[in-house]
């Protein structure tokens, strides 16, 4: 099993739609996870981190399920604006942190 | 309000040739990293600096050394370029606050890197 593992997509979306992507990870001692946007081209810029109860930044929503070793992100009411590539990223138990190879969305009018 | 500053942007290199590539962070932070992003493949960790003075090698170090300057600074040599080593290069910094491996990264703009 990869270290974090993320559906490639793309995840196609009309404008206002409500859109989930999942990331698993494979090291059950991992304490640190973090969302983080791509546009192309561009670097990669923090989203938001995932705490253990679970947070929400305006239409975003980021949760950790230990049990299952999977985080989540939910975006409601997309905006063209959101149409970019969504990283996942875990510690890995060592002193670095571990990138997925991320989500693309792509949202259309 | 610079944060973290790469150079060069671009750079087109002879199989063979050398080259630094210069990271500076104006953020006060403990730890540097370098990574490389290629198609398919995400970022990928080549080599980090958790605090000044020390470096270690990260997933993919071959071919590359680097040098923690101070603290600002962290530089990525390639001795002898490949057309493996075309890619995208980022530079990152944390302050380690949460321990290492636990605070988000602040990445620079990017290097891109053609080996020819």
């Known amino acids: 099993r990869k270290e974090v593992e993320q559906d490639p997509g793309p995840f196609n979306v009309p404008e206002g739609a409500t859109v989930a992507f999942n990331c698993t990870y494979s090291?059950?001692?991992?304490?640190?996870f973090f969302w983080y946007r791509q546009d192309c081209r561009k670097e990669p810029k923090l989203l938001m981190s995932?705490?253990?109860s679970g947070n929400e930044d305006g239409r975003f929503t980021a949760q950790l399920n230990r049990a299952s070793q999977y985080i989540s992100l939910l975006i409601r009411d997309s905006k063209l604006s959101d149409s970019a590539t969504y990283l996942c990223?875990?510690?890995?138990?060592?002193?670095?942190?571990?990138f997925g190879k991320g989500t693309m969305l792509l949202v259309s009018p | 309000n610079a944060g973290v500053t790469q150079t060069p942007k671009f750079q087109v290199l002879k199989t063979g040739q050398s080259m630094t590539l210069q990271c500076a962070q104006d953020?006060?932070?403990?730890?540097m990293y370098w990574y490389r992003q290629d198609p398919g493949m995400g970022l990928r960790l080549i080599y980090y600096?958790?605090?000044?003075?020390?470096?270690d090698k990260g997933e993919v170090p071959n071919g590359y050394n680097v040098s923690r300057l101070n603290k600002r600074e962290f530089s990525l040599r390639l001795e002898s370029a490949a057309p493996s080593q075309t890619s995208v290069y980022f530079c990152?910094?944390?302050?380690?606050?949460?321990?290492?491996?636990?605070?988000?990264?602040?990445f620079g703009n990017g290097t891109r890197l053609t080996v020819t």
């Open positions: 990152a910094s944390s302050d380690g606050s949460g321990g290492q491996g636990n605070s988000p990264l602040h």
């Open positions: 090291n059950s001692a991992s304490q640190s």
């Open positions: 995932v705490y253990s």
């Open positions: 990223v875990v510690n890995s138990g060592y002193s670095t942190l571990t």
């Open positions: 953020m006060n932070h403990n730890s």
């Open positions: 600096s958790a605090s000044e003075g020390t470096t």
